[in-house]
């Protein structure tokens, strides 16, 4: 039995997977306990795991609240700064607090979200084995894969890598503030020239919920990093949810995520496109729209904050999503094709890669029309071509080994101590693992 300690961003996208990981570990007799600022106990207390507050002196009770108003606000780039500015203040409270509170509950092992660099900074320092888990796009840089913060396709021509090379030049600028953050603890604690979140990712194992097939074509991934698939597990079906009885016309799934739940006129079109495109529609906002405004949707979908995505995705032909790695992830594991309309953060770059892989289309959401909406979504339910891409997927996710083979992974590095290759992860499940994309 080890002791893990786990260190994620208190956002349910992030958490979610983290947990199913812990839950699996759990089950295998571990003991694992989550790390973070006061406001994530409740989170971690409703999934059941053993949670140690960290960092109430600058993040007192009410500081997620404010965090996650700013992300919600955001509109790329404006608003950025201040979300940065967030990651940049939590990484520097882990870096003060982390340390002590690792040595009282007698950590193991350290499993933290690739996102954050705390989790490198004070392995490192503490000389602890640690592994790092990308529960959102692997921020893994290379030259002919384009930044996560872009909507850009995969362009392996001279010109493509000039223009990912020039888009990283703009993440460097715009994470100065976290930059400073790591540069400053890695001098501190003598760890060598560290400068990016990238820079601290886990030589021991890293771990990616992605599938290669979903991902643009890699190829220099260190031998430790490891497609895996989506961390699922043990997830709570809501009180509230019943199925919908079908009415003959094909079911469609739509989501904004939980940051992006109040985006009530977006829901507006997504009803409205739903209804002119003949789709009886399940829709899901995160608890961020009043029953009021439910019931203001056209056509009256059936809508709860909640549903359980597995469920209901079995009885989809299709999903209306913003791009969220988590629900994109569940879709395609039911073989759903998409119709993604991407808003924040990493989506675009999701949607990318749904439309190089053939799963589905992406629709911008600037000038975005309830009929452009239903014209898209027609055509992705019409055409052959996306279904069977998204099958196809749906096989890649099944073979991918999921939270066992993550679990597998994280107790081979607890207990070697050393790094685990995919030839060796590849023993662990016995089967094979593909090391990247094909071209």
């Not at 983290?18 to 600022?37: P, Q």
């Not at 009043?290 to 809508?303: C, E, F, I, K, S």
């Not at 096989?395 to 590095?413: H, K």
Request: include cysteine; charge should be positive; proline fraction near 8%.
């Amino acid at each position: 039995m080890a002791n893990y300690a786990v260190v994620v961003p208190p956002l349910l996208g992030h958490l979610n997977p983290m947990a199913a990981l812990a839950r699996e570990l759990v089950s295998r007799g571990n003991r694992v306990t989550f790390l973070h600022m006061p406001d994530a106990a409740a989170l971690v207390a409703e999934r059941g795991f053993d949670f140690r507050p960290v960092g109430s002196g600058s993040h007192p009770p009410g500081t997620l609240a404010q965090v996650l108003r700013r992300m919600a606000r955001i509109r790329f780039p404006f608003g950025l700064g201040g979300v940065i500015r967030d990651v940049a203040a939590a990484t520097d409270m882990l870096c003060r607090e982390l340390p002590g509170a690792l040595r009282e509950i007698g950590a193991d092992i350290l499993v933290c979200d690739q996102t954050e660099a705390a989790g490198g900074l004070i392995a490192r320092h503490l000389g602890m084995p640690y592994v790092s888990v990308a529960n959102a796009l692997p921020l893994n840089r290379e030259p002919g894969v384009p930044p996560p913060f872009t909507s850009w396709r995969y362009d392996p021509s001279r010109w493509g890598r000039e223009r990912n090379l020039g888009g990283y030049r703009v993440s460097d600028l715009l994470m100065r503030r976290l930059r400073a953050v790591i540069e400053a603890r890695a001098a501190e604690w003598k760890l060598g020239p560290l400068r990016s979140i990238e820079d601290c990712a886990s030589p021991f194992a890293q771990i990616s919920q992605l599938v290669a097939g979903l991902d643009f074509p890699r190829s220099e991934l260190p031998e430790s990093f490891h497609y895996v698939g989506p961390l699922r597990g043990g997830e709570p079906v809501p009180a509230d949810f019943t199925m919908p009885s079908g009415d003959g016309r094909p079911l469609a799934y739509a989501s904004l995520g939980t940051l992006q739940g109040s985006r009530v006129r977006l829901f507006r079109r997504i009803a409205e496109a739903g209804s002119r495109a003949g789709l009886q529609l399940v829709l899901a906002h995160g608890g961020g729209l009043t029953p009021d405004q439910v019931r203001g949707l056209p056509d009256r979908p059936a809508a709860f904050a909640f549903v359980p995505q597995p469920e209901v995705l079995r009885e989809a032909r299709l999903a209306i999503l913003n791009g969220g790695l988590n629900t994109v992830l569940d879709a395609l594991a039911a073989g759903v094709p998409l119709v993604v309309v991407p808003i924040a953060f990493e989506q675009g770059a999701i949607a990318a890669r749904v439309e190089r892989a053939g799963a589905g289309r992406a629709v911008s959401r600037r000038f975005l029309s309830a009929d452009r909406l239903a014209r898209v979504a027609r055509s992705v339910l019409e055409e052959p071509s996306y279904a069977a891409a998204a099958r196809r997927l749906r096989a890649e996710i099944s073979a991918a080994g999921g939270v066992r083979l993550a679990a597998d992974i994280v107790e081979a590095v607890a207990a070697r101590g050393g790094p685990v290759t995919r030839e060796e992860a590849s023993r662990l499940q016995g089967r094979a693992v593909r090391p990247g994309c094909a071209a």
